[in-house]
């Protein structure tokens, strides 16, 4: 038996997103499997990976399924640990690891008011205080993270990881709503929109079938921010 992994919309699932660009990136052998939410194929896919009820869920070569995107990027760090999902340097996977729970377990007002949508980008969408403190926490912690371990490049904490991807939907939130972040943040999101392997992800999502209505906003739509 091979790993596979269950996998939702690719222009509206953000914990697909995560998963799915660590297995592009580091060329990880699992097979993905794609199921569109809201329709009948999304519980007849996770039919085949008992007992997950959301995506992304992995099924391991030895049957067991693995859910919730942090234990699965764990897992995937763990089974893989030579493509270096995590920094190799100690300091640096700390702080790596930290930043991605934290955006697990986090964000919940900008998550709620700017669902991910690759699709569509939208402008004159009015941020909450709430919103507005989410932004402010995410810049709070990727300029520490940057001024400690990015000096060599745009990711966060050295070369790209688990980390960088778990904040990949936010950056593609806060380019899709035109979110007010200072010029750091906004080099971070450029950086996530100019990656080869989100790019590649996007294309392929917007050729997965007609647009899912429960995502539209009542905000004024613009195009996508990069041509890409
Ligand atoms: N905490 C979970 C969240 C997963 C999640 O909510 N996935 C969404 C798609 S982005 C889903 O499967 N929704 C279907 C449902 O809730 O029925 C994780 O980290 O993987």
Do not use: K
């Not at 660009?21 to 990880?28: E, F, I, N, Q, S």
């Not at 999304?42 to 869920?57: G, H, K, M, N, Y």
């Not at 697990?104 to 403190?133: I, K, T």
């Not at 989410?134 to 966060?156: K, N």
Request: net charge negative; charged share 20%.
């Amino acid at each position: 038996m091979s790993y596979e992994l269950a996998l939702g919309d690719r222009s509206y699932s953000s914990w697909s997103l995560r998963i799915g660009l660590l297995v592009a990136r580091y060329d990880l052998p699992i097979t993905c499997r794609f199921a569109r939410l809201y329709t009948d194929a999304f519980p007849a896919l996770l039919a085949d990976f008992p007992p997950a009820r959301t995506v992304p869920a992995l099924r391991t070569p030895e049957g067991l399924t693995v859910t919730e995107s942090l234990a699965i990027a764990e897992e995937l760090a763990t089974r893989f640990p030579d493509q270096g999902l995590w920094p190799a340097d100690p300091a640096a996977r700390a702080m790596a690891r930290g930043l991605a729970s934290e955006m697990h377990a986090g964000f919940f007002a900008l998550r709620e008011a700017c669902p991910m949508n690759l699709r569509q980008a939208y402008a004159d969408f009015p941020v909450s205080p709430e919103v507005q403190a989410d932004l402010d926490r995410l810049e709070t912690i990727w300029s520490a993270a940057r001024a400690q371990f990015g000096q060599q490049g745009p990711w966060l904490c050295g070369a790209y990881s688990i980390a960088d991807a778990f904040f990949a939907p936010v950056a593609a939130r806060i380019a899709g709503y035109g979110l007010p972040v200072g010029a750091e943040a906004q080099a971070y999101v450029t950086a996530h929109l100019e990656d080869p392997y989100f790019q590649a992800w996007r294309a392929e999502g917007l050729a997965d079938g007609p647009d899912q209505e429960t995502y539209r906003r009542p905000y004024t739509p613009r195009p996508w921010p990069v041509a890409d």
